[in-house]
T-cell receptor
Framework: DTGVSQDPRHKITKRGQNVTFRCDPI?????LYWYRQTLGQGPEFLTY????????KSRLLSDRFSAERPKGSFSTLEIQRTEQGDSAMYLC?????????????FGPGTRLLVL | AQSVTQLGSHVSVSEGALVLLRCNYS??????LFWYVQYPNQGLQLLLK??????LVKGINGFEAEFKKSETSFHLTKPSAHMSDAAEYFC??????????FGKGITLSVRP
């Protein structure tokens, strides 16, 4: 098991630019989650996928945010027209997806700074 | 709806002392509870979890937590702190639609 990986680990961008993050879940995990963590806070749920289907979206996920998991493996999270308030750590997690309240395994995160 | 309250943002203990990190939860359904640890610039690592059954749960690195339904608590303890325990600790409750709801976290410092 190689664990959940995320790329890039750090991203600095200027306000108004678009950014895209990638998450590779643990092999054969069907569920994939995105969370956002701001300084001094716990992670907040953004969205999750069961295979390629996006099943739940938080109201935190404005229309500038879009997430995809086209083949049910890796996922991308895109932020369009970034704002300074988007600066945060973006965490990805995966779980087997066999049902019930499963343990979610987290990646190292992508830290975004919007200037 | 689910929520988690972690009282205090920072706890400092001496090496070898008892560690106690508090967590209270609110849940409309029987709760599934988790403690995660986060080291600087890293993701979250699972310490332990409670689903059903035994209310005293043992985790990694000598940590344990006890689920007390009457007190809606799930406090994390370790008998003897080690320098390597310095990190941020998050309590979380599993809610509807597979999402975890986290507390704000507690930073644990360990003094030599």
């Amino acid at each position: 098991d190689t664990g959940v990986s995320q790329d890039p680990r750090h991203k600095i961008t200027k306000r108004g630019q678009n950014v895209t993050f990638r998450c590779d879940p643990i092999s054969e995990h069907n569920r994939l989650y995105w969370y956002r963590q701001t300084l001094g806070q716990g992670p907040e749920f953004l969205t999750y996928f069961q295979n390629e289907a996006q099943l739940e979206k938080s109201r935190l996920l404005s229309d500038r945010f879009s997430a995809e998991r086209p083949k049910g493996s890796f996922s991308t999270l895109e932020i369009q027209r970034t704002e300074q308030g988007d600066s945060a750590m973006y965490l990805c997690a995966s779980s087997p997806g066999t049902g019930g309240q499963e343990t979610q395994y987290f990646g190292p995160g992508t830290r975004l700074l919007v200037l | 709806a689910q929520s988690v309250t972690q009282l205090g943002s920072h706890v400092s203990v001496s090496e070898g002392a008892l560690v106690l990190l508090r967590c209270n939860y609110s849940s409309s359904v029987p709760p599934y509870l988790f403690w995660y640890v986060q080291y600087p610039n890293q993701g979250l690592q699972l310490l332990l979890k409670y689903t059903t059954g035994a209310t005293l749960v043992k985790g990694i690195n000598g940590f344990e937590a006890e689920f007390k339904k009457s007190e809606t608590s799930f406090h994390l303890t370790k008998p003897s702190a080690h320098m390597s325990d310095a990190a941020e600790y998050f309590c979380a409750v599993y809610g509807a639609n597979s999402k975890l709801t986290f507390g704000k976290g507690i930073t644990l410092s360990v003094r030599p």
